[in-house]
């Protein structure tokens, strides 16, 4: 199989590198806090992150905070919460303000609570995963559906693997990426931008359109906006790795 990532192995400093975390950059888990951190991921994205010139950014719908603390010691430019967190490579946060009715969402799941459904709390977001209860998937997405009808304005729902996450609308990762690429060390730079789940595809288009590259971590036969594929995290990790440490 071709890498795409190839062509970073030479001219590392010619990319910006956008990076999904849960299924792209680390194996998918039962629940979110299952997920395992593969020993040296994050001194292995620093070394890779100084072979670019800092141009590397990690693209989540998790929290900042977690991603520090998952990550440590390492600090990465960051947009958390699919876009309405961003951390941009000077270290200032810019966030998107949160419409009211996020209490009233955290009521109205607490019923799922211990039911094999899980109620993830975001803060500023909010998520019910049913990965352990596939069965269950029709009961979810009418509950969230039902929820964002009563939130009303504001709020929107953005679809995930065995998961719906109620949100404020107006911020997507594409943006995210969009706002990096006008800001250095990002800018001038052809854009790569990797991910696994429906919540990444806002980002292929961006890269696209900038002559980039777009790789979606899934099966091929997939529908996706990205240009090129890769099988697993592992494979990801693997790529990553090896840019790391080449030697021009």
Known sequence: MTDPLAPLHDAPRDYALFLDIDGCLID????????????????????????????????????????????APERFPLAGLHGFQRRRA?????????????????????????????????????????????????EARAAMQSLAAEVGEGWELQFGKKVIELRPAGATKGGAVSAFLAEPPFAGRIPVTIGDDVTDETMFPVANAAGGLSIRI????????AHAHLPSPAALRASLQRISQWVA
């Open 28 to 71: 998918l888990a039962d629940t979110p806090e299952g997920i395992t951190v593969p020993d040296g991921l994050p001194a292995m994205l620093a070394r890779l992150s100084d072979r670019m010139g800092g141009a590397l950014a990690l693209v989540t719908g998790r929290k900042a905070d977690w991603v520090d603390a998952t990550f």
């Open 218 to 225: 899934a099966d091929p036969s997939e529908p996706t906006a």
């Open 90 to 138: 000077d270290g200032q946060v810019v966030e998107v303000p949160v419409p009211p009715g996020i209490e009233t969402a955290r009521s109205r799941l607490a019923r799922f609570e211990g039911t094999g459904m899980l109620v993830e709390d975001k803060g500023i977001a909010i998520a019910l995963h049913y990965r352990q209860v596939p069965h269950r998937e029709a």
